[in-house]
């Protein structure tokens, strides 16, 4: 399997290969990894995708809780929005996590060394040719050039991806006019509290983005029209404008600074045939909600069992299929929302500023304060709505949930003990919230793949579980296939095995918790 690009989309793909017994390559044209603290945020469900991985708490050990946002209009605070313990209640990580790109990287670059892998630096993809049963890839590095075959490649490489390229897949969008900068910074002054401040004016925008360390932060501001005349050779002094005397901010040392215009592209097609596209080589769009690296994550994580099962067993190539469907309907549901949120940031109509500057700070500060906005907010940003409903993959309903639903966190018990920790083994499972039938327990022992029952509690109910349904639970954490009645579900879901994976699974386990 060739991986082309280093990036945490191709990190996560390649530690999910390798986890799973898969041979990788990853290869990056670049001579290291990123410096600088691109993407910050990590969601709620890349971290639940971490923990069964066995390194979630390391990202939270080394990230920074965003206990609140601040909103400033025109040098002035306007609301404190709490966010604390958002998701409480619907997944182990209820809170924002602030963790810069680069520290990001070298995580996962150490996990993925920890497992024999090493990344192939300076080397860059040429060309390559699909040739039905195989992909023949040549490879360029320090002059020389390399061709060798593959199963499988998956183009992790950017917005500008060479796979993306050679495969002539069209990536229709476009591109905003706005003109934005980013500097990594130390500071002092009110808004440096390790919290999140946002000014909304009439002419600027300013995000203040809290790093771990005292005085660190991140600034993403908008530039004005007048500055932005000659953007190849602004400075960070020629963006000090009013957002920045608005909120006093004192910046002592500039560590990083860049300016940038957004995008906003989905690519045609994830997939042709041997070959997939992945992260910013599929999607890009504005940075609104902190969307694209654990997006990229979400694609990572989806394609990499699919892909582990048909080298596996032949017959569950069909399981590749549903890669494009599933991931490249989010995408466009992403980008269409982003889109509508980034233009009512940074659009200059007299509305648009009416409702920046009167209307959200009054609005949105009382509408969280709302459980049931709350949570919708939270799900949203955090991606645990993420569903594949729609994809072929995915059948059945069962209580509230439906197939291609993300399985819902459920704590088991008064103590720490949740049905999320059967998931560290990364593969396929049937759950039961109540009492198992014999027949579900024999066709778990026939076909070689962990039962779960959980002794049923109230609460349970309230996630959406319905007692004594089946769920089959596929390797990402969403349900395959869901029945209501689980005595009656075992022809369902060895039907359902046998079409997608063969006739096993893995290691036989009847667990009840």
């Given at each position: 399997m060739l991986i082309v690009g280093a990036g945490p989309t191709g990190l996560v793909l390649a530690l999910w290969l390798t986890r799973y017994g898969v041979r990788v390559r990853i290869i990056d044209k670049l001579a290291a990894s990123g410096t600088t603290s691109r993407a910050l945020a990590v969601q709620g469900r890349t971290l639940e995708f971490y923990q069964q991985f066995g390194f979630a708490q390391a990202v939270i050990d080394h990230g920074h809780k965003v206990a609140a946002v601040n909103l400033w209009v025109k040098g002035k605070p306007a609301a404190r929005i709490p966010l604390g313990d958002l998701g409480l209640g619907l997944t182990p990580f209820p809170f924002p996590i602030i963790f810069p790109q680069d520290e990001h990287e070298a995580l996962l670059i150490g996990r993925l060394s920890a497992l024999g892998i090493e990344i192939e630096r300076q080397v860059e993809l040429a060309d390559f040719e699909d040739l039905g049963a195989?992909?023949?890839?040549?490879?360029?590095?320090?002059?020389?050039?390399?061709v060798g075959s593959y199963a499988y490649l998956a183009g992790c490489d950017g917005a500008r991806s060479r796979v993306r390229e050679v495969l002539g897949v069209g990536f229709p969008g476009g591109t905003y006019d706005h003109l934005f900068y980013v500097a990594d910074v130390e500071a002092g002054g009110s808004a440096m509290n390790g919290e999140l401040h946002v000014d909304i004016d009439d002419a600027d925008f300013l995000g203040v983005f809290p790093l771990q360390g005292t005085g660190k932060a991140r600034l993403i501001g908008s530039v004005r029209d007048d500055t932005a005349k000659d953007h190849e050779h602004l400075e960070f002094e020629d963006v000090r404008g009013r957002a920045m005397q608005n909120l006093r901010i004192d910046v002592k040392h500039v560590n990083w600074f860049s300016t940038y215009r957004v995008h906003h592209r989905v690519a045609q097609q994830f997939r042709k045939s041997r070959a997939f596209l992945l992260g910013d080589a599929a999607h890009i769009h504005s940075p609104v909600g902190g969307q694209g690296m654990n997006t990229g994550i979400g694609d990572a994580v989806n394609l990499a069992w699919k892909l582990a099962a048909s080298l596996k067993e032949p017959r569950s190539s069909s399981l590749l299929d549903s890669y494009e469907p599933e991931r490249i309907a989010f995408a466009r549901r992403l980008v269409a929302t982003t889109d509508r949120a980034f233009t009512a940031v940074t659009s200059d109509t007299g509305f648009a500023r009416f409702v920046r500057t009167k209307v959200i700070p009054a609005l949105l500060p009382a509408l969280l304060r709302l459980p049931a906005m709350r949570r919708f907010a939270f799900r949203t940003v955090s991606q645990i709505a993420v569903n594949y409903r729609d994809s072929p993959l995915n059948r059945g309903e069962a209580g509230k949930l439906r197939g291609g639903d993300r399985l819902p966190w459920v704590k088991i018990g008064r103590g720490e003990e949740h049905n999320f920790a059967a998931l560290t083994s990364m593969d396929w499972q049937i759950h039961v919230y109540g009492d198992s039938p014999a027949s579900l327990r024999a066709l778990a022992d026939g076909r070689k793949i962990p039962l779960h029952v959980f002794p049923w509690q109230a609460g349970m109910r309230q996630a959406g579980v319905l007692r004594n349904a089946?769920?089959?639970?596929?390797?990402?954490?969403?349900?395959?296939?869901?029945?209501?009645?689980?005595?009656?579900?075992?022809?369902?879901?060895?039907?359902?095995?046998?079409?997608?994976?063969?006739?096993?699974?893995?290691?036989?386990t009847v667990q009840v918790n």
């Open positions: 195989e992909i023949r890839a040549t490879l360029r590095k320090a002059g020389t050039e390399e089946a769920y089959l639970i596929r390797p990402d954490g969403y349900i395959g296939l869901a029945d209501a009645d689980a005595g009656a579900s075992a022809s369902l879901i060895d039907a359902y095995l046998s079409e997608n994976i063969g006739p096993f699974a893995g290691p036989a």
